[in-house]
């Protein structure tokens, strides 16, 4: 079966601190692909990342990082300085070749950056 | 601009009232989905749609009907609404590559609440 477990339902830091949201998954496969989606308050879906399972290399964009270990079936990632708009839900999800398509998401994380 | 677009963003109706919801994408993939998302249960795959005429069912499809007559069409039918069908929905679409594992892109998402 495959699964994605964020474990972290709420978190709430003050501004200019780091955050790491943690993400867990399971899967057989040995071809997959790992996202984070942004859900603001507004409600939309944001992409962010798309990672492939043969690429454990860690990404940086601005204040955005991820650090994918695949011996830990890991995705966590990274808000340095956090800021207010960076509040919102974050979800990880997990799609993997040839399963129909279907992305499996976590429950996601909602963040929330004070002043 | 890439995007997927639905109708309407929010709907109020009644038991029993036949209604649809229109999704369409201008990026010519192939691949288009349906989620629902609700508190407690995240978001979860309703159908989808590898390419025209070809459809399949997700993890919740009962109470529901698509489409796929054109490419860049997927409209969610519910045929007799009802009020545990209130749900936020998204309409999301990608690329077949990768053996389907590219990223999909969400539509604005769908208010509905069913009385």
């Known amino acids: 079966a495959q699964k994605v477990t964020q474990a972290q339902t709420e978190i709430s830091v003050v501004e200019k601190e780091d955050v790491t949201l943690d993400c867990v998954y399971e899967?057989?496969?040995?071809?997959?692909?790992l996202f984070w989606y942004k859900q603001p308050p507004s409600g939309e879906l944001v992409f962010l990342i798309r990672?492939?399972?043969?690429?454990?290399q860690n990404e940086i964009s601005g204040r955005y990082s991820w650090n994918f270990q695949k011996s830990t079936s890991s995705f966590n990632f990274t808000i340095t300085a956090s800021q207010v708009v960076d509040s919102a839900v974050y979800f990880c999800?997990?799609?993997?070749?040839?399963?129909?398509?279907?992305?499996?998401f976590g429950q996601g994380t909602e963040l929330s950056v004070k002043p | 601009e890439a995007q997927v677009t639905q109708n309407p963003r929010y709907l109020i109706t009644v038991t029993g009232k036949k209604l649809t919801v229109t999704c369409s994408q201008n990026?010519?993939?192939?691949?288009m989905s349906w989620y629902r998302q609700d508190p407690g249960l995240g978001l979860r795959q309703i159908y989808y749609?590898?390419?025209?005429?070809?459809?399949d069912k997700g993890d919740v499809p009962e109470g529901y009907k698509v489409s796929r007559k054109e490419k860049r069409n997927f409209p969610l039918i519910l045929e007799s609404p009802s009020p545990n069908q209130t749900s936020l929905y998204f309409c999301?679409?990608?690329?077949?590559?990768?053996?389907?594992?590219?990223?999909?892109?969400f539509g604005p998402g769908t208010r509905l609440t069913v009385l």
């Open positions: 999800a997990l799609r993997s070749y040839n399963q129909g398509g279907k992305l499996i």
């Open positions: 749609s590898m390419n025209v005429e070809v459809t």
């Open positions: 999301a679409s990608s690329s077949l590559l990768a053996g389907g594992t590219d990223t999909q892109y």
């Open positions: 990672r492939n399972s043969f690429d454990e």
């Open positions: 899967t057989r496969d040995t071809t997959y692909y």
């Open positions: 990026m010519n993939h192939e691949y």
